[in-house]
Structure formats: structure tokens, C-alpha cells
């Protein structure tokens, strides 16, 4: 089902998960992106959103943003 849609939206998927898990998820994330399908990954780990997006979208609490 997930092929049909034109998007992915994931908030805090990694939150539960072990740093083994987190890798999995990671790799399946990749494999989706490759095939074309556009994932949103809301995360409070901004490590998690670096080396696996080629565009992201930062805010911080305070109002502050950076793009990448």
C-alpha cells in the first residue's frame, strides 16, 4: 500500500527504536527515497535527519530555522 502513495509522513519513528533498529529503519527509508517516494520525517534528533535526507527543514523552539 505504502508504493500508492505519493508520500510518506513518519513523527518521531526512531523515538522507541534502538540504534540497531534505527539503522534498519533507515535503510528501508533510503530504499523508499530511491524509488521516488517523498518522506516526511518529523524527528527531535537532528542527527537522524543528516545523511539520509537531501533536503530538511529545521526549527528550533525558539523560532529559529535552517534549511539544508
Not at 16 to 34: G, I, K, M, P
Not at 50 to 59: L, S
Request: charged letters at 20%; glycine letters at 8%; zero cysteines.
Amino acid at each position: 500500500f505504502i508504493m500508492d502513495a505519493p508520500f510518506l509522513i513518519l513523527d518521531e519513528p526512531t523515538s522507541s527504536l534502538d540504534a540497531s533498529e534505527v539503522q534498519q529503519l533507515f535503510a528501508v527509508l533510503r530504499r523508499l527515497r530511491d524509488e521516488g517516494l517523498a518522506i516526511l520525517f518529523v524527528t527531535h534528533f537532528l542527527e537522524h535527519s543528516r545523511g539520509t535526507a537531501p533536503q530538511f527543514h529545521f526549527v528550533d523552539g525558539d523560532g529559529g530555522e535552517a534549511f539544508g
